[in-house]
């Protein structure tokens, strides 16, 4: 029993390292797509994070607009106030985050225009029948005369 143990433990601690050896090179390969995936999340969670500073920013601009507080464009005090609230961000990432959320609110926009087309779409005006006036025999075309003075009734009936 004790040869057959000697002979076995060493096949066995071959297998276990090659299988250990083959789990390293994979978790090797699988490590770069964990850290990628992590900084992805985080990441993401920060430019929602911007995004969401950004909208209230945006929102903010909208009111001082319609209350005639806007001293500067729209787009200056979005840049500035963005820089405020978020620092360090890049002026890349700045016009990203505007351009996103300018087509969150405006994406309903096109249709709001083509509803605003439709309704101010004229109505088709009347236009007064032309009237032609012909000779007895049918062929010859008279031109109305416009006449300053009318002329009695009894004159026109001879």
């Known amino acids: 029993m004790k040869d057959l143990l000697n002979v076995i433990y060493p096949m066995l601690f071959a297998v276990l390292t090659g299988v250990l050896a083959y789990i390293g090179r994979e ?3 699988l490590v770069p797509k964990v850290i990628d995936l992590v900084v992805a999340k985080v990441g993401l969670a920060n430019y929602n994070k911007i995004k969401l500073i950004g909208l209230d920013v945006w929102h903010l601009i909208e009111e001082d607009k ?3 507080k806007l001293k500067d464009s729209k787009i200056t005090m979005f840049e500035n106030l963005i820089k405020e609230k978020v620092p360090g961000i890049t002026d890349a990432d700045i016009k990203l985050i505007r351009q996103a ?9 096109p249709v709001i225009e083509k509803i605003i087309e439709v309704a101010a779409v004229p109505s088709p005006t009347t236009v007064a029948p032309i009237l032609k006036y012909f000779a007895l025999d049918g062929v010859t075309e008279l031109t109305p005369v416009a006449v300053a003075n009318k002329v009695p009734e009894e004159t026109v009936a001879q």
């Not at 087509?103 to 926009?109: F, M, V």
């Open 101 to 109: 959320i300018a087509g969150e609110i405006n994406k309903d926009k």
């Open 27 to 29: 978790a090797v390969k």
């Open 66 to 68: 319609r209350l005639g």
